[in-house]
């Protein structure tokens, strides 16, 4: 009892001087009055106003009309309706209800509308300890705990597609030397894109192809310069490409395997454009079957920006099967 604090309205109590005249039941009753009054459970105004979940005070003067049952109202029984609630820093209780004639050790009873815990019978001197709400934490589940397949295994910051023009050098113009370099970047933007001068004698331009021609040349940057630049660009990313090792041979590098996509071999492409597996199909006819877009048409020779877009397009239409796919290792690394 010394740990709770109750709020006891006798507004039905006539004011004025307490009459010590009467019955001995109403001797009893000033006399439990009196006690309550020594230990402060009467002084009314002396409380917080604030408490949570509950609604403002009410003027005394209207609680007079509420039924019987209500809160500071005396029934016909003598039941004294008591709100209590926690001293110590406690989250809202319950109400509770005692009876006037009722000592101040005496047992108090819950309410019959709600649940009767363990803790809720209390003694002189003993406080009941706060139950602990139970909090219950939703479990996360991850994109891979889940056994969902990931929709993007490789950033796409990481992964570039190129593709490289070639002329003719040597003897006869039989051999392929690097004229032109185009990278392009996940979403198709231009990282790269330059026309370059090969360390022998140009012997055939090729243009009907490569789109080069001898103008192009005047202003074209050293192959051992360009070859710096396109590294650099290279390094660390994951390179997708048409034929590929054919871009690679111009450019006198090998990028690791596990890091090239050769559109050229992806199973998956042909079986979306309705050839065979095995068949080794143009980059032009993958574009036009499965993009519907046509590419390297008339006598101006390829574009390697165009080829390289292209064969980024067909990656991304694929990527999440081939991924998935070489990861399981269905896919000869």
């Known amino acids: 009892m010394a740990d709770l604090l109750m709020n006891l309205d006798f507004s039905s ?4 001087p307490i009459n010590e005249q009467g ?4 001797k009893k009753f ?6 309550l009054e020594r230990r402060g459970f009467l002084k009314q105004k002396q409380l917080p106003q604030k408490l949570p979940n509950r609604k403002p005070p009410e003027n005394p003067k209207d609680r007079s009309n509420k039924p ?15 709100n209590i609630f926690h001293q110590k820093g406690a989250p809202h209780t319950s109400s509770k209800t005692i009876t006037a004639p009722q000592q101040a050790g005496a047992i108090i009873k819950c309410a019959p509308n709600h649940p009767h815990p363990a803790s809720s019978t209390t003694k002189t001197g003993a406080a009941p300890k706060p139950e602990k709400p139970l909090m219950v934490q939703p479990e996360l589940v991850s994109e891979y705990d889940s056994g969902l397949p990931s929709s993007r295994l490789v950033p796409s910051h990481k992964i570039v597609a190129i593709d490289c023009e070639m002329v003719g050098t040597g003897p006869k113009g039989q051999v392929s030397s690097l004229a032109r370099c185009s ?10 894109d330059k026309y ?10 090729r243009t009907r192809w490569s789109g080069i021609r001898k103008e192009h040349m005047l202003k074209a940057t050293p192959f051992k310069v360009a070859q710096k630049e396109v590294l650099k660009l290279l390094q660390g990313k994951v390179v997708i490409g048409h034929a590929i090792e054919n871009d690679y041979k111009a450019l ?55 080829d390289a877009r292209s ?23």
Request: glycine share 8%; net charge positive; with cysteine.
């Open 13 to 16: 109590v006539p004011s004025g």
């Open 183 to 192: 990278i392009v970047s996940y979403h198709g933007d231009v990282m790269y």
């Open 23 to 26: 019955n001995s039941k109403h």
């Open 252 to 306: 006198g590098y090998f990028h690791p395997k596990e890091m090239t996509r050769d559109t050229s071999k992806m199973p998956q492409l042909n079986r979306k454009a309705g050839f065979r597996e095995t068949e080794v199909v143009s980059l032009k006819r993958l574009s036009k079957q499965i993009l519907q877009k046509e590419i390297q048409m008339g006598r101006q020779g390829h574009s390697s920006v165009e």
């Open 68 to 82: 019987n049952g209500q809160k500071g109202v005396h029934d016909r029984t003598g039941r004294v309706h008591i």
């Open 196 to 205: 370059v001068k090969p360390p022998c004698h140009i012997v055939n331009y």
């Open 30 to 35: 000033l006399k439990k009055r009196r006690f």
């Open 311 to 333: 064969t980024m397009e067909l990656y991304r239409a694929v990527e999440s099967e081939y991924e998935i796919e070489r990861a399981e290792g269905k896919i000869p690394q």
